[in-house]
């Protein structure tokens, strides 16, 4: 039997009104009393953030707020916040927001406290220590990066997308309020939510995958395929957030210590391209690469279509694999998330360029069957007919 490990230092916090003990937290952990609030306009606009700041400022700390980052956070935004983070002499980052806010927020406590930019760090070229304390705050059901060891960040000179990826990079404190994702638009709520989906099936299915990982991945799937639904009909269905935002949790803490796989490294592709919405972007490969790979292990793919409710127990592998891809293409048509062929700027003529930063992806190796540039092409054209 293949060894494992699993690991997650993270200290979550999960509740309904959670966020307005973030003072009290910060105290307790002693992570010093200078913060980089980090976020981004939307978040700010929603009235999200103004309440925490001054919560915190109320209690004696010391706030600055840095907001200049994109839905898909760019290197050099990264390294504007780590100049701040150092002239602000902050000690610690509290992000508040989606994947972008909480990625940028990593990559500054890393750069901010010892130097060097996203590139050195992806490409191996300087150390993961000394990291700032993190504190992260969703707003979304779908990222998982509150309890992730990595941060996904855009190398504005390539276009690529870079995985910074160390246990030093999981945060201190995780803290869930689902009361924050009660203004989360429909679209968002489906792309983000899609997302999380993503993450449970990649990290149950991958080549690193292991037992926790995929306990954790089982239950985050049946979490998110039944509150999905509901909480895109009616944001302030609070059972229906609360779920969601456990279940992207869950699935987050299923990758977090395995990886994700071609789904993501499409998808990641996109947005480095096209500044694609990451959730937007894995959905429309999703179904895609799940054709593909169930050809490599149809038992496992078929575990896949039951744990979601969209086969039987009483049905064949072949026939609960084909219920699980069409129930996943109905899901997101309920969602009324686009089609590749349908995003703004998704040109055949760019897809030699996708194939080739999907393959330079690190998660290409995870993928539960092994895929090569041909398969990638194969499947950018499926998606792009359908």
Same mark, same amino acid.
């Given at each position: 039997?293949?060894?494992?490990?699993?690991?997650?230092?993270?200290?979550?916090?999960?509740?309904?009104?959670?966020?307005?003990?973030?003072?009290?937290?910060?105290?307790?952990?002693?992570?010093?009393?200078?913060?980089?609030?980090?976020?981004?306009?939307?978040?700010?606009?929603?009235?999200?953030?103004?309440?925490?700041?001054?919560?915190?400022?109320?209690?004696?700390?010391?706030?600055?707020?840095?907001?200049?980052?994109?839905?898909?956070?760019?290197?050099?935004?990264?390294? /504007?916040?780590?100049?701040?983070?150092? /002239?602000?002499?902050?000690?610690?980052?509290?992000?508040?927001?989606?994947?972008?806010?909480?990625?940028?927020?990593?990559?500054?406590?890393?750069?901010?406290?010892?130097?060097?930019?996203?590139?050195?760090?992806?490409?191996?070229?300087?150390?993961?220590?000394?990291?700032?304390?993190?504190?992260?705050?969703?707003?979304?059901?779908?990222?998982?990066?509150?309890?992730?060891?990595?941060?996904?960040?855009?190398?504005?000179?390539?276009?690529?997308?870079?995985?910074?990826?160390?246990?030093?990079?999981?945060?201190?404190?995780?803290?869930?309020?689902?009361?924050?994702?009660?203004?989360?638009?429909?679209?968002?709520?489906?792309?983000?939510?899609?997302?999380?989906?993503?993450?449970?099936? /990649?990290?149950?299915?991958?080549?690193?995958?292991?037992?926790?990982?995929?306990?954790?991945?089982?239950?985050?799937?049946?979490?998110?395929?039944?509150?999905?639904?509901?909480?895109?009909?009616?944001?302030?269905?609070?059972?229906?957030?609360?779920?969601?935002?456990?279940?992207?949790?869950?699935?987050?803490?299923?990758?977090?210590?395995?990886?994700?796989?071609?789904?993501?490294?499409?998808?990641?592709?996109?947005?480095?391209?096209?500044?694609?919405?990451?959730?937007?972007?894995?959905?429309?490969?999703?179904?895609?690469?799940?054709?593909?790979?169930?050809?490599?292990?149809?038992?496992?793919?078929?575990?896949?279509?039951?744990?979601?409710?969209?086969?039987?127990?009483?049905?064949?592998?072949?026939?609960?694999?084909?219920?699980?891809?069409?129930?996943?293409?109905?899901?997101?048509?309920?969602?009324?998330?686009?089609?590749?062929?349908?995003?703004?700027?998704?040109?055949?003529?760019?897809?030699?360029?996708?194939?080739?930063?999907?393959?330079?992806?690190?998660?290409?190796?995870?993928?539960?069957?092994?895929?090569?540039?041909?398969?990638?092409?194969?499947?950018?054209?499926?998606?792009? /007919?359908?």
């Amino acid at each position: 039997m293949p060894a494992y490990r699993y690991h997650c230092q993270t200290r979550i916090e999960m509740g309904k009104g959670k966020s307005k003990e973030l003072p009290e937290l910060l105290r307790f952990l002693h992570v010093g009393k200078s913060v980089l609030l980090v976020s981004d306009p939307g978040v700010i606009r929603a009235g999200l953030v103004a309440p925490i700041r001054a919560a915190l400022e109320e209690a004696g700390f010391r706030v600055t707020l840095f907001d200049a980052l994109s839905q898909n956070p760019r290197d050099t935004e990264c390294l /504007e916040g780590a100049s701040l983070y150092r /002239e602000a002499k902050a000690d610690a980052v509290v992000a508040i927001g989606g994947g972008s806010a909480m990625d940028t927020g990593k990559t500054i406590a890393l750069c901010g406290a010892n130097g060097g930019t996203p590139t050195d760090y992806a490409d191996g070229r300087l150390p993961y220590e000394n990291i700032a304390p993190i504190i992260c705050i969703p707003t979304t059901a779908g990222t998982g990066s509150e309890v992730t060891r990595s941060a996904v960040i855009t190398e504005s000179s390539t276009h690529r997308k870079m995985t910074l990826k160390h246990e030093t990079l999981r945060p201190t404190l995780a803290l869930l309020d689902p009361a924050l994702t009660y203004s989360v638009p429909p679209a968002v709520t489906a792309a983000t939510g899609v997302d999380a989906l993503v993450h449970a099936i /990649e990290g149950y299915t991958c080549k690193v995958t292991n037992p926790i990982s995929q306990a954790l991945g089982a239950q985050a799937m049946r979490t998110i395929v039944d509150a999905l639904p509901a909480a895109y009909a009616n944001g302030q269905d609070e059972e229906a957030r609360h779920a969601m935002l456990e279940g992207s949790l869950l699935a987050g803490l299923c990758f977090g210590s395995a990886d994700v796989a071609a789904v993501h490294c499409l998808a990641e592709a996109l947005g480095g391209l096209y500044d694609t919405p990451h959730g937007v972007a894995n959905s429309v490969f999703l179904p895609y690469v799940l054709k593909f790979n169930a050809a490599e292990n149809k038992p496992m793919h078929a575990r896949l279509g039951r744990y979601m409710g969209f086969a039987a127990d009483a049905d064949s592998d072949d026939q609960a694999i084909s219920k699980l891809i069409e129930g996943i293409r109905a899901l997101t048509e309920s969602l009324h998330i686009p089609k590749l062929k349908d995003l703004p700027g998704v040109r055949r003529e760019d897809f030699p360029r996708i194939v080739e930063l999907a393959m330079k992806n690190g998660s290409t190796p995870s993928n539960v069957r092994t895929i090569t540039a041909e398969d990638y092409r194969s499947i950018l054209e499926e998606a792009f /007919e359908s």
